[in-house]
Structure formats: C-alpha cells, structure tokens
C-alpha cells in the first residue's frame, strides 16, 4: 500500500507538526508514504530534515490551476493506493481530479472549517464553502476530536459513515529533560498571534488576577503582535510579559525546563499539540473548554480547565495553580497528566489508527467490486 500525503507547504503551526510528526512514525514503520507539498516552505523544509520522502511542486500562483494536470499524472503514474491531504487548499486540488485518479483519497480536519477563514472578509467565506464541498468529495474524513466529527456530519452534512475521529498524537520521550531551578511562577502559552487563540483574554486575566512574580512567555509570532505588544505596554504588563516570536521545537523544549504551567485560552482549538507536548515536559496544563477538553484533561486532578471566553474563570484557575505552585503540589498534577496522556495519546497510536482507516477504505472499494 502505497500513500501520497499532500499539504499547501506554508503551515507553521500544528499542522506542521502533525504532518511531520505522522510522517516520522511512517519512517521508523518502514511504511511506504511520501509528502508531496505544493510550495516549497516550512513543511517541505521540515520533512527533508526529519529524513521523510518529500517532493515539491512550484507553480508562481498558490491557486495556478495548471497544476491540477501534474497533481493528476503525479498521482496516478506513482501508481498511489491512497491520497491523503491536509489543509483546504490541498483539498480543493484534490476534489477537482479525485474522479482522475485511481488512488482512493482520504482528508485530515485539524481545526473547524467554518473558522478558518472567518477573518478573511468576503473571499473567506467563498473560500469556507469550497472547502467544506471539497470535504463531502473525500472517501474518508479524519476529524481531530468528536466535536469536529459531529460538526461535520451535523453542519456540512458529510456521511457518517465516512467520518472518524482520529486523536492527535506524538511521540513521548522516555524521559523527560530535567527542570532548572527558576525565581518566580512561570506560565507559557504556545499558539500563532491570530485572534481565535484568545491572547487577549490571557494578559486581561494576569492584569487582574494580581499573582506576584509571575512571568508569562509568548512563543509564537502572527498578525496581532504589534497590537498586543501595544496592549502589554499600555496596561503596564512589560516586566510580567514577554514576548519570544517563533520558537523551534528544541527551543521551545528548554523555556519548558523553567516553565511551571502551560495555558491556551482559544476561542477554538482541535485536540491542540501544543497541549501533549508541554505535558511530555512536565508541565502542568490549563486551557479553555475547547474542542475535546474533557478527554485531554478529565478530571481536576490531571489540570485546569476554564469556560471559553471567561477571564473571571482564567483567573480562578491561575490562582489555583499558583497556591498548589506555592504548595509544591503543582509537579504531581503534571505527572499525573503525563501519565495518562502518554498511554493515551502517542503518535504510534494515532499511526495504527490511521493505517487502519487506509485499510478499511480499500477492503470496502473490493467489496463493492
């Protein structure tokens, strides 16, 4: 079996991570998939250090059609079983050509498709719609949590049967890097500067909630970043606040041996990566009630959790960590959390699955031979 994934190029967020991530436990299970990406750009760079199979199409429009004829000959003269695409516009080549190929084609959902281009004005909303028709296309859609499963079967009216959620995974370190000895509470939050992470409800609750040596790192850059570096200034957040940009991985690694919590206050989120790898570090989590919350962390024993948009909750839940902190009872959440997600979440878990669909996708086409 052999297994074509197709992405736009450009992600640098979760996306990436997921892709690279699934494609790296693909390496070490000797499992023949290769990454076709439509740009040269952060994937393809990615994927050729990780060692993954990797080509590029160049074409000098992101939406040049005349691509569509070499995505077809592509496909079909690699004599691919399965065509698996990431991202809507990976999605909307694939729906224009899917009845050219032979392969059976199969898309991964990593964030609400009614969201993604809500801030991109009139030509966003043109842009929702091809994707979400492209998506009833695909012979198989993996969703990233049950929300986003039953959303697409309730709101865009794809077949249940052709949906499954699909858990996100990665890969846990045996052990993980040693904590350095820090002055004061540390939080991080992980996410693109864009509105739908919810920056803004964070520095309003850490304005308000009045813990003292607490420091908040930013890693991520985006659109809003000189709006909220001019929100930080004019509130007088600049010692408590720092902002870091685009962060690798490894870096991100070594601000988690001095950080104590973890926090995300989306608005909307799938079952956020961010999350799993600051918890392989030990670190303890709070997040907004979005997506799958409830299996990430299921109890308040293993984290925090905060209603979507509440700064009054953000700020309870801060100064509950920020006691068991003082209380040195923070570590053993974190454990705890790591424990379960570990068992739970792993990329090898997520890749079994996936090669399950694959499989039960081309039984059933024999089937209905």
Wanted: aromatic fraction near 8%.
């Amino acid at each position: 079996m052999k297994i074509l994934h197709i992405n736009a190029g450009l992600e640098n967020g979760g996306g990436l991570y997921h892709i690279i991530q699934l494609l790296k436990e693909a390496r070490v299970k000797n499992a023949p998939f290769t990454l076709l990406t439509l740009a040269e750009g952060p994937v393809s760079q990615a994927a050729r250090e990780a060692g993954i199979k990797t080509e590029t199409f160049s074409k000098s429009s992101r939406y040049q059609l005349s691509i569509l004829k070499d995505l077809k000959n592509y496909i079909n003269e690699g004599q691919y079983d399965i065509v698996h695409t990431h991202g809507a516009r990976a999605n909307l080549f694939l729906s224009m050509i899917h009845r050219q190929i032979s392969a059976k084609w199969v898309v991964t959902v990593h964030s609400d498709p009614l969201k993604d281009f809500e801030s991109h004005g009139a030509i966003g909303k043109v842009f929702t719609k091809l994707n979400c028709h492209s998506l009833k296309k695909a012979d198989g859609v993996l969703a990233v949590t049950d929300r986003f499963k039953n959303q697409l079967i309730k709101d865009i009216k794809l077949n249940p049967q052709k949906v499954s959620t699909i858990y996100n995974g990665i890969s846990f370190t045996q052990k993980p890097l040693s904590k350095i000895e820090h002055e004061g509470f540390n939080i991080v939050n992980v996410a693109r500067l864009v509105p739908i992470k919810g920056h803004k409800l964070l520095l309003q609750a850490i304005k308000n909630a009045n813990i003292p040596n607490l420091k908040l790192h930013l890693v991520g850059d985006g659109p809003l970043e000189d709006e909220l570096k001019q929100y930080v200034s004019e509130h007088q957040l600049s010692n408590q606040v720092e902002f870091h940009g685009y962060l690798k991985q490894s870096q991100i690694n070594q601000l988690y041996q001095i950080t104590d919590l973890a926090v995300l206050t989306s608005y909307s989120e799938s079952f956020p990566l961010v999350m799993l790898e600051a918890s392989d570090a030990n670190v303890a989590l709070l997040m907004t009630k979005v997506g799958d919350y409830q299996v990430m962390i299921p109890n308040q024993e293993q984290g925090f959790v905060a209603d979507v948009g509440s700064v009054e909750m953000i700020i309870s839940q801060l100064k509950k960590a920020y006691q068991m902190y003082l209380n040195q009872t923070l570590p053993a959440i974190a454990q705890r959390e790591r424990d379960y997600l570990s068992t739970n979440f792993s990329i090898e878990n997520q890749f079994n699955s996936i090669m399950k669909i694959y499989h039960q996708i081309l039984e059933g086409c024999k089937n209905d031979l």
